[in-house]
């Protein structure tokens, strides 16, 4: 038992750290670079993908696990797992629109883009390719999750200290976020030691 807990806190630390979602395997830029504007934004932007990206790891290797490798239809798999993610994306958008519609005007377009965004997807396909079991499949799944959250809150602080700064005009704007998620990539390099 105290082996397994080693093991799931170690996959933690790789997820989310040692192989950023973002910053490593360049999965997720999209909302990444938008929503990362202001810091609630990126927030919620990060606690809806903890909940999609990690229900996602859970209900796709079930699926994979009991369904399509059983009945020799693995060859299904992405699509199968698109159309999860896009239920749950769907699911997370009406509790949203619901309860914190604040949230829901300021994510915008990039909440329904969740469903394209290809680190849910990736995630999901890598869990099975790596031979994940379920339990390992749903911590990789939340660990990456909080890693792309990490990573798109500390953007987006940096963002808005940059406001304030007298910045060269051809850095304004993309060009700078850019420089700085290349700084941010070079700084999470640092973690590779803790595997």
């Not at 973002?22 to 938008?34: A, E, K, N, R």
């Not at 859970?58 to 693995?74: E, G, Q, T, W």
């Not at 698109?82 to 958008?93: D, G, K, S």
Request: hydrophobic share 55%; glycine share 8%; net charge neutral.
């Amino acid at each position: 038992m105290g082996e397994v807990i080693v093991n799931l806190i170690g996959l933690m630390i790789t997820a989310s750290l040692v192989n950023n979602v973002v910053l490593s395997q360049f999965l997720g830029l999209c909302p990444f670079l938008g929503v990362s504007k202001k810091t609630d934004t990126a927030l919620g932007m990060g606690a809806a993908c903890i909940f999609v990206i990690t229900m996602a790891s859970l209900v796709c290797s079930i699926i994979y696990k009991f369904i399509l490798n059983p009945l020799d239809l693995s060859y299904l798999k992405t699509i199968v797992f698109i159309l999860v993610i896009a239920m749950l994306v769907q699911f997370v958008e009406m509790i949203l629109k619901k309860f914190v519609v604040s949230l829901y005007q300021a994510l915008g377009v990039y909440l329904p883009l969740i469903t394209t965004n290809c680190a849910v997807l990736g995630v999901a396909l890598n869990n099975v390719t790596d031979g994940y079991t379920i339990l390992e499949s749903t911590v990789c799944g939340f660990a990456t999750a909080v890693g792309f959250t990490i990573s798109i809150v500390i953007l987006a602080g940096l963002r808005e200290k940059m406001e304030y700064n007298d910045i060269p005009a051809p850095f304004k704007g993309m060009p700078l976020v850019l420089l700085t998620s290349g700084l941010m990539a070079i700084a999470f390099t640092g973690f590779s030691a803790l595997k």
